[in-house]
């Protein structure tokens, strides 16, 4: 089992910078990748950014490259994404997700279907 707790969201400006925290507790040992994922009412969940820290790589949704960047601390069990030049469509609730196994993984997943545990999300809301 692993948890998983977000923190950092909040109401900002756009053009603003925030950063999300995910503090992940339990199993960390078998979690290969992290994943940030945002859902805003009545869609789905969408990509936005993960890293497969064991291998060392890193994804991005077009959408947000050059401007977030997603990374992890070993030590502290926390992932963190900076987000950076913030607009008003990156305004949803976004959770932390992670790939845990036992099998290695030198890819970074990118479905929802890959990831085995959720945090409960913290919200983001970007003003024009």
């Known amino acids: 089992q692993v948890q998983l707790v977000e923190s950092g969201g909040g109401l900002v400006q756009a053009g603003d910078s925030l950063t999300l925290s995910c503090a992940a507790s339990g199993r960390t040992f078998s979690t290969h990748s992290f994943a940030w994922f945002r859902q805003t009412p009545g869609k789905e969940r969408v990509f936005v950014a993960a890293?497969?820290?064991?291998?060392?790589?890193?994804s991005y949704a077009d959408s947000v490259k050059g401007r977030f960047t997603i990374a992890h601390d070993n030590e502290k069990k926390t992932v963190y994404l900076q987000m950076n030049s913030l607009k008003p469509e990156d305004t949803g609730v976004y959770y932390c997700?992670?790939?845990?196994?036992?099998?290695?993984?030198?890819?970074?997943?990118?479905?929802?279907?890959?990831?085995?545990?959720w945090g409960q999300g913290t919200q983001v809301t970007v003003s024009s």
């Open positions: 890293i497969n820290w064991n291998a060392g790589r890193t």
């Open positions: 997700a992670a790939d845990v196994s036992d099998s290695y993984r030198n890819y970074v997943p990118l479905e929802l279907h890959e990831y085995n545990y």
